[in-house]
């Protein structure tokens, strides 16, 4: 089980509040409309495995800090996609200041650092802040990516 406290997501098509798990099977539905809700969770260096390394579909990872201007420009861009993507992909929000090991892992010198990752490890980057008729192509094409890979292990 775990120690993560879940959050409150309202249903964009019902509207219903449910309590969405940090980290779980499989991605979270809605309890009534039972369409996939968007998942939105923040990570850090000691959740970081559970959230995102074990998560089994893409995560969508944004490493971000208080103090940078372009990743407070991207931060709303990446929200609005992982709604429009529910059920296919998860966004994880590393403030790198406070996961000095996570920074570390993924070299994280020039952020906003964006990464898809597949079951830990990273199918894309993108260095730097872009508009959404950027990102959104760049995610699509990174969990075309992640759903091949997936496919050609063996189960
Ligand atoms: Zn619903």
Redesign the pocket.
């Known amino acids: 089980m775990s120690t993560i406290p879940p959050t409150i997501v309202v249903?964009?098509?019902?509207?219903?509040k449910?309590r969405v798990p940090a980290a779980a099977h499989g991605t979270p539905r809605?309890?009534?409309?039972?369409?996939p809700?968007p998942w939105i969770v923040e990570g850090n260096d000691t959740t970081f495995a559970e959230v995102a390394d074990q998560a089994t579909i893409p995560v969508l990872v944004d490493l971000w800090a208080p103090w940078c201007g372009p990743c407070r420009s991207v931060s709303p861009v990446l929200e609005s996609l992982a709604r429009e993507f529910a059920g296919r992909v998860k966004l994880v929000k590393v403030n790198v200041d406070e996961s000095p090991a996570i920074a570390q892992r993924f070299q994280a010198r020039g952020i906003p650092l964006l990464l898809v990752l597949s079951g830990g490890a990273a199918v894309s980057e993108h260095v730097g802040a872009a508009p959404e008729q950027v990102l959104r192509p760049w995610l699509e094409k990174a969990l075309e990516v992640a759903s091949t890979r997936r496919a050609a292990q063996p189960s």
């Not at 249903?11 to 219903?16: D, E, S, T, V």
């Open positions: 249903c964009p098509n019902c509207g219903r449910n809605c309890s009534n409309c039972h369409r809700l």
